[in-house]
Structure formats: structure tokens, C-alpha cells
């Protein structure tokens, strides 16, 4: 079988293996051929990969025959021919020891190569930005995370109420070469942060590039307290090119996984960046600045990691139990509520930590959260705005795509399409502005929702009382 031949050869030439090895006789056992007479066969991987999956399935070695399926015995496929979790580890920090970027494009690359990193698919992806402002900010519609076919949620469902093994969750370090999930071929990294351990990993569906996931060893919750600063500032002193942030702890105002506590970083310069500063302060040896940003946010910078992390820690104490209530943040009602969205980057010698100021309540006029998408914008998103979409980039449902197509087959020729309801009074305002033409003109108005989106989600709201009320709670920190 050509394809067996040539996915081995796609090893070899990466020096993953040497020469046939005696391993690989299950691979082709696999198959139900030896491995006797190998041949060296160059093809391009995609179509090596479809065809042994084509044939793995005609052989019943996976069923139903889904993305999902096809995913995890892709991922078993690459692991015949990848380097172990114990060879992965050992050469990363073999490269570390040189350079730390080689360690992390080693393996980057090696993720790539075998499909653990979605490359192709997040290509499906739809970007745009729009001038806010607040500076630009970045959309993406998600159309690269395949939906669960129909078969699979019937395979769950049939499994339902057999013995639970494996991975706690999704981000769990037991899904390191796990069938379950397509995590044959992932490998992850062992690293200590502030003397607690944590494994890094990078993450298939990669909303920016070197998008990658910091978890700790234990399935324990988010927790936001003062050894996350140190957590944050050991990261980057140990991957200086890289930005690491943090999701809130608690619901609504957090990311999607609040049952693992873990942290987000890669290599890329978020709109967040950019903004520009409304008032600037020094405390000691450390520089805050009140951003220019639609959520609340405390720049500190400091060449001093120890004066950083105790002003850090400051803030963070005083905001836990900041009240105002005629701008509705209270602290403390029928829970906590006010916790932080911190990230953390490392500028040649300077660290920089940005403290993003968030509070959970809701009330009856808000009951989706007081500073969380309103109903008016919940069309084009109503998911937590988490770390991502806090810094600037706008993830947005996959069914946006369509949707916004047909709106402007609305827009511009009037078609009606009934499950455009969602977005019926939008598009009608659009529709007598006259302002829309291409769909380059809808993206900028959902730029323009977006930019709604994030201004829902600041404490403190940035006019004259709120900035007021803001500088108020920074002095108080200084
Ligand atoms: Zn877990």
C-alpha cells in the first residue's frame, strides 16, 4: 500500500525516525501488511493521509466515519511516526538550553506537521478590523472548529453509561497521546511557574499565531490571587517572545473553561497594545497608565519585577472590594464580583502587566451581566468576552458567515430571509442608511457592534464620570 509507504517516508525525512524501525511493523500491521519490502515513496501528506483513512474505515479500524473520527485516527496514524512525549520533551529542552525560540519552533513545527495544529482549517477562518475608537480592532468569523456531525452525538450518546476513563477536561495534561479528543499526536511540555508545575501545550484551533495554552498539572479550578502575577512574569522571563494573560475565575466574565485552571499566550501583538493612554502615574518605580480601552484597563510597566508584582497585587486587593454603586459595580451581593483579566509581556527589559478590571453582577434590567454583551448586540455575539476578545479580537460565531451574506442580499436587493430575525431591526437601520453597498461596508458595521461589545463589558465607562471614578480608584492604589 503506497500510502503507508510514503506516510513513513514523511517521517523519515523529517528525522522524527530512523530507517524502518521495528515500531513501525504495527503500523503496517495495522493494515495487514509487513512491513518487509519498504519503499521509499514521496506524496503529498494530505493525500497520503485521506487515502489511509479511506482505507482504515473500508477496514472498520475507526467508524462513523466523521471529522471527528477521522481526526483522532489521523492523530493516531502521525503517532506512528512522531516522536514520543518523552523524545518531544527531552529535545525541547535540549533546544531550550541553545535558544529558547528554537525550543518553541521546534515544537510549533512538529505540531504543525502533523496536523495537530489545524493549519488548513483555521485558514477557513474569515478576518477583517475596523478603525474603533479606541484604535483598530481585529474580527474573526470561527469557521475552522468542525460542528458535531449528528453520528457522533449518537456514538456519545451511546457511551454515555459506560465507565468514565481519561481526561477530566479538554485541556487536561492525560490528553497528551489520548485517542479520545484526536490527541495521538500531542505532545506537551513540563514547566514550572512560582514553583508549581504547569505543562504547555499549543492549541489546534489557533485564533493568532503560536496560540498556546499554559496549564496547570492538576484539574483544579481558575483562581485569581496573588501568585498569578508570579505565575505570569516567570512565563514570560522563561519565553520573553511571547505575551501570557489570564481569563477571570468566575462565570460570565471568564473564558469558556473555568474548571481548569490554565492561562493563553503566544506570538502576537494584540489591538490592546496600541492604546493609547488617558492619564499616566508613577508609583515608586512603576509606571501605570489608564488606557484609552473600552474595558477597563491599568497599564503598569516597570523594570523592577518586584515593585511590579506588589503594586500588581494591590490593585487587584483593592479592587476586590471597590464599590460604586451609581455605576452599578458592587463587589459583593449575592457573591463575589469583582475580579481581573490580567496579561503579562516582556518588552526588551521592561515587564508590562495590563490589569483588566471585571465584574460579574447581573440585574433584572441586565440579567446577562451588567458588563456583558446588552441584548441589543447578542446577535453578533453573546459569549463571555474572555481574554481574546478583551484584548481587541473579536471571535465570532461560524454561523455569521452566512448570515451576514444573506443580510446583504437583504440590504441591497431586498430579499427576505426568515431566520435573518436575529438581525432584522440592524439590518433595517442599515438598509434606510444607505450606507451599506459591499460586504466590506456590513463587516464595518459589525465592527461597529463589536466595538458596542467591548464598551458593555468596561467597568467604568470612559466619560467624564467613569474616567473620573477610574482615576479615583487608581490613586487609591498608588
Ligand atoms: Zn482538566
Keep these: 500500500m503506497n500510502a503507508l509507504h510514503a506516510l513513513v517516508t514523511y517521517g523519515l525525512k523529517h528525522h522524527w525516525i530512523h530507517s524502518p524501525n521495528p515500531s513501525l511493523a504495527n503500523l503496517f500491521n495495522l493494515y495487514k501488511l509487513t512491513i ?4 521509499e515513496i514521496h506524496s503529498d501528506i494530505e493525500t497520503t493521509i485521506a487515502s489511509l483513512l479511506d ?3 473500508n477496514r472498520n479500524l475507526f467508524e462513523p466515519n466523521t471529522t471527528t473520527e477521522r481526526d483522532a485516527f489521523e492523530a493516531y496514524l502521525f503517532d506512528f511516526i512522531m516522536p514520543s512525549p518523552t523524545e518531544t520533551k527531552m529535545t525541547f529542552l535540549r533546544l531550550y538550553q541553545q535558544n529558547p525560540q528554537k525550543a518553541f519552533s521546534y515544537l510549533y513545527d512538529l505540531s504543525i506537521d502533523v496536523n495537530y495544529i489545524k493549519r488548513k482549517r483555521n485558514l477557513l477562518n474569515v478576518s477583517f478590523s475596523y478603525p474603533s475608537k479606541y484604535g483598530k480592532i481585529d474580527l474573526t468569523i470561527n469557521l475552522s472548529k468542525p460542528e458535531k456531525d449528528p ?7 451511546e457511551q454515555q453509561n459506560l465507565p468514565k476513563i481519561g481526561p477530566k477536561c479538554l485541556i487536561c495534561k492525560e490528553n497528551e497521546h489520548n485517542y479520545e479528543n484526536a490527541r495521538m499526536n500531542l505532545r506537551i511540555i513540563p514547566i514550572t511557574l512560582h514553583k508549581r508545575l504547569w505543562h504547555f501545550q499549543y492549541s489546534p484551533y489557533a485564533y493568532f499565531p503560536e496560540h498556546c495554552i499554559i496549564l496547570s498539572d492538576a484539574h483544579v479550578p481558575m483562581k485569581m490571587c496573588d501568585e498569578t502575577f508570579h505565575y505570569l512574569l516567570d512565563f514570560i522571563d522563561y519565553m520573553p517572545d511571547y505575551f501570557i494573560g489570564s481569563n477571570a475565575d468566575i462565570p460570565i466574565v471568564g473564558g469558556s473553561i473555568l474548571d481548569h485552571d490554565h492561562f493563553q499566550g503566544g506570538k502576537f501583538h494584540f489591538p490592546i497594545e496600541y492604546a493609547d ?9 512603576v509606571t501605570l497608565n489608564l488606557l484609552n480601552w473600552p474595558l477597563s484597563t491599568i497599564r503598569l510597566e516597570s523594570e523592577h519585577r518586584d515593585a511590579l508584582l506588589n503594586l500588581a497585587k494591590r490593585i487587584r486587593m483593592v479592587w476586590s472590594t471597590y464599590d460604586h454603586e451609581a455605576l452599578e459595580i458592587v463587589s459583593k451581593s449575592y457573591g463575589l464580583h469583582n475580579t481581573i483579566t490580567p496579561i503579562a509581556r516582556k518588552l526588551d527589559h521592561v515587564y508590562q502587566i495590563d490589569i483588566i478590571l471585571r465584574n460579574n453582577r447581573v440585574n433584572s434590567t441586565y440579567p446577562d451581566g451588567i458588563f456583558h454583551p446588552h441584548r441589543d448586540v447578542q446577535h453578533i455575539k453573546k459569549e463571555n468576552i474572555g481574554l481574546i476578545e478583551a484584548m481587541g479580537l473579536a471571535i465570532l460565531p461560524g454561523r455569521l458567515k452566512t448570515e451576514l451574506t444573506k443580510g446583504l442580499d437583504y440590504i441591497l436587493n431586498g430579499k427576505v430571509y426568515p431566520e435573518l430575525a436575529i438581525h432584522q431591526s440592524w439590518l433595517d437601520t442599515l438598509k434606510q442608511s444607505n450606507t451599506v453597498h459591499t460586504m466590506f461596508d456590513l463587516e464595518q458595521a459589525v465592527g461597529e457592534k463589536f466595538q458596542s461589545v467591548l464598551e458593555h463589558a468596561g467597568v467604568f465607562k470612559l466619560n467624564p464620570e467613569g474616567i473620573r471614578a477610574m482615576d479615583k480608584f487608581i490613586q487609591s492604589c498608588l
Excluded at 453520528?151 to 450518546?157: F, G, N
Design 277 to 285: 493612554s488617558i492619564k499616566t502615574y508613577t508609583s515608586g518605580d
Design 36 to 39: 518487509e519490502s519498504y519503499r
Design 151 to 157: 453520528k457522533d452525538i449518537a456514538k456519545a450518546l
Design 55 to 57: 482505507a482504515g474505515f
